[in-house]
């Protein structure tokens, strides 16, 4: 089977940018959790989604919203970027929902470069 | 995260060498879980603990769930150098009412030949 693949790898944009990163999870897994590292804060959980509807969500603002399509894969979305979002995003992927109660599989990372 | 405390920051041993990471909760804990990951990559699922007792081993690697002291341990037996990297521990915990997953800031491990 294929691992969760996240796109783009690398990206560089600018304060007040809206930006959109991809995960596809492994095939059969129906959930999706987004997660952000920075050297400062850790690993910060942002979101799960499973069967296209957000099951759990970490403290993080508005400006960051996802979405997971009927065939599994999401995307998630930061508007207005800000300097301190520059971090490495993660996605995993695992069979059933539960707020880390599942074995994950995990991308490689967005590293995500604000200036 | 301030509720998950994570000890110690960083270890270096000699190869073949036994360690023992901590993990502290100051709430309680619903699940604990154990990842390691490669500088800059993702992160690679070890193990998961639930109940109070719990123990999980993996090849070289064990964690024990303490629920009474909210602790888990994660003891690698003759360390090896594809050990090296940064150990996380995540839990669900209750704040404000409702269960969220937090993470502590890591373990860099070094294994030294």
């Known amino acids: 089977k294929a691992g969760v693949t996240q796109t783009p790898r690398y990206l560089i944009k600018t304060r007040g940018q809206q930006v959109t990163l991809s995960c596809s999870p492994i095939?059969?897994?129906?959930?999706v959790s987004w997660y952000q590292q920075t050297p400062g804060q850790g690993l910060q959980f942002l979101f799960e989604y499973f069967s296209e509807t957000q099951r759990n969500k970490g403290n993080f603002p508005g400006r960051f919203s996802g979405r997971q399509f009927s065939n599994s894969r999401s995307e998630m979305n930061v508007s207005t970027l800000e300097l301190g979002d520059s971090a490495l995003y993660l996605c995993a992927s695992s069979y059933n929902y539960g707020l880390g109660g599942n074995e994950q599989f995990f991308g490689p990372g967005t590293r995500l470069t604000v200036l | 995260s301030q509720e998950l405390e994570q000890s110690p920051q960083s270890l270096i041993v000699q190869e073949g060498k036994n360690l023992t990471i901590n993990c502290t909760s100051s709430k309680t804990l619903y699940g604990l879980y154990w990842y390691k990951q490669k500088y800059g990559e993702g992160l690679i699922f070890l193990m998961m603990?639930?109940?109070?007792?719990e123990e999980k081993s993996h090849e070289k690697i064990t964690a024990k769930l303490d629920e009474k002291k909210q602790q888990s341990s994660l003891h690698i037996t003759a360390s090896q150098p594809s050990h090296a990297g940064i150990y996380l521990c995540g839990a669900v915990i209750l704040i404000q009412g409702a269960q969220k997953l937090v993470f502590g800031q890591g373990t860099r491990l070094t294994i030294n030949p």
């Open positions: 603990l639930q109940k109070g007792g």
């Open positions: 095939s059969g897994h129906r959930s």
